[in-house]
């Protein structure tokens, strides 16, 4: 259903109804906003970097060839827009600022999990740039590789590639850092 | 911790909401970039041959001067980039570089026009 709401719409913006492109915004803001705050945990900077990823869509839709989904276009689109912006600056909210508002678990005496949770999005973060975009994609796109390589524009042997390393490096590295005795201080 | 927990851990959906004004000022940003007027695309057609004859006269210029002045007159640390350039510039190779150079603009061109369609 939404893949032809998508159509229309795009068909009529190109035909001069901007207002169609309202559509577009309201179905799709929610996982551009999403995919935007696992790049940079900030909730401010997702929507400015949400916003930039809609205009831009705007101004390329007669590029979109119609052979993949509106969606696949949209998201390799937001996630190349994104993967620049965190290039250029870099994340610098510290994931102790993160809000957990679903989290229970630290109420339950669950404190170690949401602190291991937390130390885990902290490494992904501290991934270099080409594993940390693979990861985020491939789990934002609920593990799938065929869509995390579409997202981002490469080969599916080289997405599963940089997954495996990605994730070693994060088993090498989280190990220590997770049976350390005062896990707060050292986060 | 064990590779499913590393699953568990990054797979975990922590969704946030759009707030409440965000649809709408994405549409007063789309609204104003298509009020705006398109810009103007930069005249390559027109631009190009006036850049190869202006770069074509400063050589020739050049190379005038050299001849009518003399290179008895230049400072010595000239004479042999004069020499270098004299000796590139009247070399049969220069027409047979030009040609591959537009050879190659023109490929460039042709399937840059293809993939984009307007071919």
Known sequence: MSAHEDQADVERVLAGDTSAFEGIVRRWQGPLINLAYRFCWDRGRAEEMAQEAFLRAYRGLGKWRKEAAFSTWLFALAANLYRSELRRIPATVSLEEVAEPSDSRAADGGIEKVDRDRAVRRAVLALPPKYRETLILFYFHDMDVSAAAKSLGLPEGTVKARLYRGREILRSKLPPLLSAPRLREAL | ?119
Do not use: Y
Not at chain 2, 94 to 115: D, E, H, I, N, P
């Open chain 2, 1 to 119: 911790m064990k590779p499913d927990d590393l699953d568990r851990v990054l797979s975990q959906k922590e969704e946030i909401l759009p707030s409440s004004g965000f649809a709408a000022a994405v549409m007063d940003a789309v609204r104003l970039e298509a009020s705006a007027p398109p810009p103007i695309p930069f005249p390559w057609k027109r631009a190009v041959p006036g850049i190869a004859a202006a770069c074509l006269a400063v050589v020739l210029v050049f190379v005038e001067a050299i001849r009518h002045q003399g290179p008895q007159q230049l400072p010595p640390a000239w004479l042999p980039v004069l020499e270098l350039v004299i000796r590139v510039v009247t070399s049969p190779a220069v027409g047979w570089l030009t040609l591959t150079q537009l050879l190659a603009f023109a490929s460039v061109t042709l399937s840059m026009r293809l993939s984009s369609g307007r071919g």
